[in-house]
Antibody
Framework: QLHLQESGPGLVKPSETLSLTCTVS??????????WGWIRQSPGKGLEWIGA???????YYNSSLKSRVTFSVDTSKNQFSLSLRSVTAADTAVYFC????????????WGKGTTVTVSS | IVLTQSPATLSVSPGEKATLSCRAS??????LAWYQQKPGQPPRLLIF???TRATGIPARFSGSGSGTEFSLTISSLQSEDFAVYYC??????????FGQGTRLDIK
């Protein structure tokens, strides 16, 4: 059974870079039918799609975050990562990683989520 | 594309039926998914392609609609069904968008 697990610091200072990694187990990240994505949820709010990456390195970003976000993938470790630069308090959220179907992008497997707080 | 869910909160008694709505700002064909989220948990995929139940989802959950009007129906509410429900479109991704959610409360 496929399992996704987010990891990274729970506290980041304003103006610094938020870095998270999602480790995939129980299956290969290199499967041709899937994209690997990040979604966040601010306290008490709804879901915001950050973007997605294919195992080959092809990326798609939410236009509202595109100037600050970078995804990467490490197929040897079965991991993909998120880097969000110049964070502010507005970036405080629970960050989820997920698997999305390639052509019809709905998300069938999710990590449990990790809380990131931006504060000095 | 903007997805508008209604109502924001729905109060229903256990055993009764609940119908949640999701309206798209433009035609998205049947490229819509529904998720259930409970406190402290990630979203759980319920429905994709507007009406196809995901693996392991009970038959009391059903989705319908196409174009711009969609609904999620829970035929006989169980205690574990009280949660927040989100719709999500993927018609011409990227990007994808979510609705703002409907909270289903116990009446």
């Amino acid at each position: 059974q496929l399992h996704l697990q987010e990891s990274g610091p729970g506290l980041v200072k304003p103006s610094e870079t938020l870095s998270l990694t999602c480790t995939v187990s129980g299956g290969s990240i290199s499967g041709s039918s899937f994209y690997w994505g990040w979604i966040r949820q601010s306290p008490g709010k709804g879901l915001e799609w950050i973007g997605a990456i294919y195992y080959s390195g092809v990326t798609y970003y939410n236009s509202s975050l595109k100037s600050r976000v970078t995804f990467s993938v490490d197929t040897s470790k079965n991991q993909f990562s998120l880097s969000l630069r110049s964070v502010t308090a507005a970036d405080t959220a629970v960050y989820f990683c997920s698997r999305g179907l390639g052509y019809y992008y709905y998300m069938d497997v999710w990590g449990k989520g990790t809380t990131v707080t931006v504060s000095s | 594309i903007v997805l508008t869910q209604s109502p924001a909160t729905l109060s229903v008694s256990p055993g009764e039926k609940a119908t949640l709505s999701c309206r798209a700002s433009q035609n998205i064909n049947t490229n819509l998914a529904w998720y259930q989220q409970k406190p402290g948990q990630p979203p759980r995929l319920l429905i994709f392609a507007a009406s196809t139940r995901a693996t392991g989802i009970p038959a009391r959950f059903s989705g319908s609609g196409s174009g711009t009007e969609f609904s999620l129906t829970i035929s006989s509410l169980q205690s574990e069904d009280f949660a927040v429900y989100y719709c999500q479109e993927y018609n011409k991704w990227p990007p994808i968008t979510f609705g703002q959610g409907t909270r289903l409360d116990i009446k």
